[in-house]
């Protein structure tokens, strides 16, 4: 079992920026890949970026690229998300997940989930 504990939410302003962290613990942590999903109000839940567990393959939804950017501190079995120039769109509760090797795109693929933390963002 893998537990995620995310923080960092909160409420910016439309081209501001703000942090998600993710810490992971339990059995193997450092041996999983993380990342990140997200559900706006009425919406699926969508993929937005992962990483592998080495921290060197940063993977990203098309709507996120080049905005956010994922790293991983794997001595704290920790993933951050920075996220810049945002946009109204962007406003979410984002989840931090994790699974054995890969991170897949779409939610049924992915074992473990953080209990989410809420990215409002006001234009």
């Known amino acids: 079992q893998v537990q995620l504990v995310e923080s960092g939410g909160g409420a910016a302003q439309a081209g501001g920026s703000l942090r998600l962290s993710c810490t992971a613990s339990?059995?193997?942590?450092?041996?999983?890949?993380m990342g990140w999903f997200r559900q706006a109000p009425g919406k699926e839940r969508e993929y937005v970026a992962a990483?592998?567990?080495?921290?060197?393959?940063?993977d990203y939804a098309d709507s996120v690229k080049g905005r956010f950017t994922i790293s991983r501190d794997s001595a704290q079995n920790t993933v951050y998300l920075q996220m810049n120039s945002l946009q109204s769109e962007d406003t979410a509760v984002y989840y931090c997940v994790a699974d054995i090797l890969v991170i897949s795109t779409t939610p049924v693929g992915v074992d473990y989930w953080g209990q989410g933390t809420q990215v409002t963002v006001s234009s």
């Open positions: 990483i592998n567990w080495s921290g060197d393959t940063p």
């Open positions: 339990g059995r193997s942590a450092s041996n999983y890949a």
